[in-house]
């Protein structure tokens, strides 16, 4: 019995695709998108693709600089641990991870928050044979669904105030809502639970606050609702990839890099 032939769709598909004389044309067009990073990585999760926006994100001239190289050698230690262990489950079970929020690290010392997408590339056998991925800039106000008041003034509550000892029973009572709905209504609304927001807030306060003259460490802590110090540390470092001792010394004087980041 004669195989089914394809659809026209898929055959109109496929002529086009097979006429193309390279791939990397898609890579180009996120170029034209204003905010978005491309970049693709093999099945030893190296870079073998990526636009514009992507590599003058990580302070590189041009795309060949970052061909072949992987996360350890382009991230701190910390942020490449958990790039790495995401693309290990994404190769591992041929499956999407979306809506992964992150803090990054600018080559000046600034942070913004950006979202990131990843799907598995597939080779000609449906098996999963590397990443591809894209990055936006990630603003929270704007991520809100119609219809989320009480979960707005929650996280502006949290953004105006991030050093406040904020008790998710509490936030939840004063917009309103029961301690379930709330964390479910906001993590629909942000992909992450109100704790995580409100750590990734609290990072991100510290790392302005550390760039300001005469700036100390522990009084930036205390200022950033962490209970010591040291609990400040390391989820500074996890977040951030390097320790707030390490990025006072860098980007304190004038905002500028003084030395190379902590890869430790």
Same mark, same amino acid.
């Given at each position: 019995?004669?195989?089914?032939?394809?659809?026209?769709?898929?055959?109109?598909?496929?002529?086009?695709?097979?006429?193309?004389?390279?791939?990397?044309?898609?890579?180009?067009?996120?170029?034209?998108?204003?905010?978005?990073?491309?970049?693709?990585?093999?099945?030893?999760?190296?870079?073998?693709?990526?636009?514009?926006?992507?590599?003058?994100?990580?302070?590189?001239?041009?795309?060949?600089?970052?061909?072949?190289?992987?996360?350890?050698?382009?991230?701190?230690?910390?942020?490449?641990?958990?790039?790495?262990?995401?693309?290990?489950?994404?190769?591992?079970?041929?499956?999407?991870?979306?809506?992964?929020?992150?803090?990054?690290?600018?080559?000046?010392?600034?942070?913004?928050?950006?979202?990131?997408?990843?799907?598995?590339?597939?080779?000609?056998?449906?098996?999963?044979?590397?990443?591809?991925?894209?990055?936006?800039?990630?603003?929270?106000?704007?991520?809100?669904?119609?219809?989320?008041?009480?979960?707005?003034?929650?996280?502006?509550?949290?953004?105006?105030?991030?050093?406040?000892?904020?008790?998710?029973?509490?936030?939840?009572?004063?917009?309103?809502?029961?301690?379930?709905? $709330?964390?479910?209504? /906001?993590?629909?609304?942000? +992909?992450? #639970? *109100?704790?995580? &927001? @409100?750590?990734?807030?609290?990072?991100?306060?510290?790392?302005?606050?550390?760039?300001?003259?005469?700036?100390?460490?522990?009084?930036?802590?205390?200022?950033?609702?962490?209970?010591?110090?040291?609990? $400040?540390?390391?989820? /500074?470092?996890?977040?951030? +990839?390097? #320790? *707030?001792?390490? &990025? @006072?010394?860098?980007?304190?004087?004038?905002?500028?890099?003084?030395?190379?980041?902590?890869?430790?």
């Amino acid at each position: 019995m004669p195989a089914a032939a394809p659809p026209p769709s898929e055959t109109v598909q496929t002529e086009f695709l097979r006429t193309l004389a390279s791939p990397i044309q898609f890579a180009q067009l996120l170029d034209l998108v204003e905010g978005t990073a491309f970049f693709a990585k093999n099945h030893r999760f190296q870079i073998v693709l990526a636009n514009r926006a992507f590599f003058q994100r990580l302070g590189f001239k041009s795309e060949t600089e970052i061909l072949g190289r992987d996360d350890y050698e382009l991230f701190p230690k910390p942020l490449a641990q958990k790039f790495r262990a995401d693309d290990e489950r994404i190769l591992a079970a041929a499956a999407p991870l979306h809506d992964i929020v992150e803090l990054f690290l600018h080559p000046n010392g600034s942070t913004d928050w950006y979202i990131t997408q990843k799907i598995p590339a597939l080779d000609h056998r449906g098996c999963a044979c590397g990443i591809l991925g894209v990055v936006q800039r990630y603003d929270p106000r704007l991520s809100l669904r119609p219809g989320d008041p009480a979960v707005a003034r929650a996280a502006q509550m949290l953004r105006n105030d991030p050093g406040h000892p904020w008790k998710l029973a509490g936030l939840a009572r004063s917009v309103g809502l029961s301690i379930r709905h $709330f964390d479910r209504k /906001f993590k629909e609304c942000f +992909g992450l #639970t *109100p704790q995580a &927001y @409100l750590l990734k807030t609290r990072i991100q306060w510290a790392s302005e606050a550390l760039r300001e003259p005469a700036a100390q460490i522990s009084d930036v802590a205390t200022r950033a609702g962490f209970c010591d110090q040291s609990a $400040f540390t390391a989820q /500074f470092r996890r977040h951030m +990839g390097i #320790t *707030p001792l390490r &990025y @006072l010394r860098q980007f304190q004087m004038n905002g500028s890099p003084q030395n190379a980041p902590d890869q430790s």
